[in-house]
């Protein structure tokens, strides 16, 4: 599908990147699972060592609030955690400067059963594209009034290193 693109599948505590290899990581959907399940000390180190001065790194994740827990509760998913103020910490304590942060995802994923494991609403385009419809103009609000934290599903933090 993407001729133009390589794909490597690799253990984040051993990366076989040479040093100062990345201009952006991304840590999209795992971060809550390295902080937990892997060797954090491990990872922290390799992501110093494959990224440099100026490298971008990016974590966006699921943001642990009484949502999240309320649907994983009533779906019996358990599953690993690492919440914002944690992720803030691992930014700041890599080195990275935070240059932006944001809270998004208010009902789409639940209701999708994006990690709790129930799909909540049937498959239908019509209902879908409403859903998040509502939802953009339910997260500018959120913002807006300062609940974005508080209701947000996911946090997404950038960094740039130092």
């Known amino acids: 599908m993407f ?3 390589s794909y490597a599948c690799e253990n984040a505590e051993n990366l076989t990147f040479e040093a100062g290899y990345f201009d952006t990581i991304i840590v999209r959907d795992s971060l809550h699972h390295l902080y937990q399940d892997a060797d954090f000390e491990k990872v922290k180190t390799e992501i110093l060592r494959v990224s440099h ?3 971008v790194l990016i974590f966006f994740d699921p ?3 009484f949502m999240l827990r309320t649907f994983r509760f009533l779906s019996a998913h358990k ?4 919440n914002f103020g944690t992720a803030r910490r691992i930014m700041s304590e890599l080195g990275f400067r935070e240059i932006h942060v944001s809270f998004n995802t208010l009902f789409s994923l639940p209701l999708s059963g994006g990690y709790v ?10 209902l ?10 339910f997260e500018k609000l959120a913002d807006t009034v300062g ?5 947000g599903w996911r946090y997404l933090i950038v960094g740039v290193r130092e």
């Open 79 to 82: 599953d690993a955690e690492c």
């Open 128 to 137: 879908w594209n409403s859903i998040l419809t509502a939802e953009r103009f």
């Open 147 to 151: 609940l974005s934290r508080w209701l």
């Open 53 to 55: 001065r100026g490298t």
């Open 3 to 5: 001729p133009g693109c």
């Open 63 to 65: 943001n642990v609030n």
């Open 117 to 126: 494991g129930i799909n909540f609403v049937p498959g239908s385009k019509i």
